[in-house]
T-cell receptor, first 113, second 112 residues
Framework: DGGITQSPKYLFRKEGQNVTLSCEQN?????MYWYRQDPGQGLRLIYY???????QKGDIAEGYSVSREKKESFPLTVTSAQKNPTAFYLC????????????FGSGTRLTVV | QQQVKQSPQSLIVQKGGISIINCAYE??????FPWYQQFPGKGPALLIA?????SEKKEGRFTISFNKSAKQFSLHIMDSQPGDSATYFC???????????FGAGTRLFVKA
C-alpha cells in the first residue's frame, strides 16, 4: 500500500542539539511538505518542495533545514537555532499543484528535554 | 487575502445530531476546498473536497456546501457519531499553486 512513513514517532532532543526527522513516500508524488502543529493549534508550513533538488521556505522556516535529493525522501532537520522546537511535526505529499489533496504521515512528536 | 477563517473553534453535538463547521475565504483564486479529519496523535486525513463549479458535494454522512458569491463553505456531518469526534480542518488552494491554506481547526466532540 502506498503512503508516507515518518520516523521516529517520538523523539527527544537535548538543548543545543540538531535532530533530523525522516519522511519517505512511495506514492510517486512530486510535491512534499513539512508542517508544524502545536497543541490545539492549526498547521503551519515550514518548508515545501515541488521537485527534486528544489525547495522553498514556508511561513516558519527559521531554525529548520531540509533537503530533497530523492523524489521519495524529504528529511527535516531541526537545528539548535530553533528556539521552541517542541511540537508535533507532520510530513505530507501531493501529486502536484493545486487541485489535489494531501496525504499526511502519522507525525513525529519532538520534545526538548 | 490568504487566510481561511474557520468557526467554531470547538463544537459539542449529541449523538445523532448534525455537526456544522463553517469556513470563509477571501482569495478568489482559490478553486479547491478540501476538508481534513484528524484524530489525536495522528496525521490529518482527506475527508471530502469540492471545486467551486458545484454548490454541494455529498459522501455518505458528510456534505460540503459551497457558496461562491459569499466566499464561504461548510461541512455538515449528518447523524453524528462518537467516532466522529476529532479535529476538522478546512483548507483552500489554487490550481496553479503548491501551497494550501488551512483553517485553524474545529474540535468536535459527539456525546453518546
Amino acid at each position: 500500500d502506498g503512503g508516507i512513513t515518518q520516523s521516529p514517532k517520538y523523539l527527544f532532543r537535548k538543548e543545543g542539539q540538531n535532530v533530523t526527522l525522516s519522511c519517505e513516500q512511495n506514492l510517486n508524488h512530486d510535491a512534499m511538505y513539512w508542517y508544524r502543529q502545536d497543541p490545539g493549534q492549526g498547521l503551519r508550513l515550514i518548508y515545501y518542495s515541488q521537485i527534486v533538488n528544489d525547495f522553498q521556505k514556508g511561513d516558519i522556516a527559521e531554525g529548520y533545514s531540509v533537503s530533497r535529493e530523492k523524489k521519495e525522501s524529504f528529511p527535516l532537520t531541526v537545528t539548535s537555532a530553533q528556539k521552541n522546537p517542541t511540537a508535533f511535526y507532520l510530513c505530507a505529499s501531493r501529486r502536484g499543484a493545486g487541485v489535489y489533496g494531501y496525504t499526511f504521515g502519522s507525525g513525529t512528536r519532538l520534545t526538548v528535554v | 487575502q490568504q487566510q481561511v477563517k474557520q468557526s467554531p473553534q470547538s463544537l459539542i453535538v449529541q449523538k445523532g445530531g448534525i455537526s456544522i463547521i463553517n469556513c470563509a475565504y477571501e482569495n478568489t483564486a482559490f478553486d479547491y476546498f478540501p476538508w481534513y479529519q484528524q484524530f489525536p496523535g495522528k496525521g490529518p486525513a482527506l475527508l471530502i473536497a469540492i471545486r467551486p463549479d458545484v454548490s454541494e458535494k455529498k459522501e455518505g454522512r458528510f456534505t460540503i456546501s459551497f457558496n461562491k458569491s459569499a466566499k464561504q463553505f461548510s461541512l455538515h456531518i449528518m447523524d453524528s457519531q462518537p467516532g466522529d469526534s476529532a479535529t476538522y480542518f478546512c483548507a483552500a488552494s489554487s490550481a496553479g499553486g503548491f501551497k494550501t491554506i488551512f483553517g485553524a481547526g474545529t474540535r468536535l466532540f459527539v456525546k453518546a
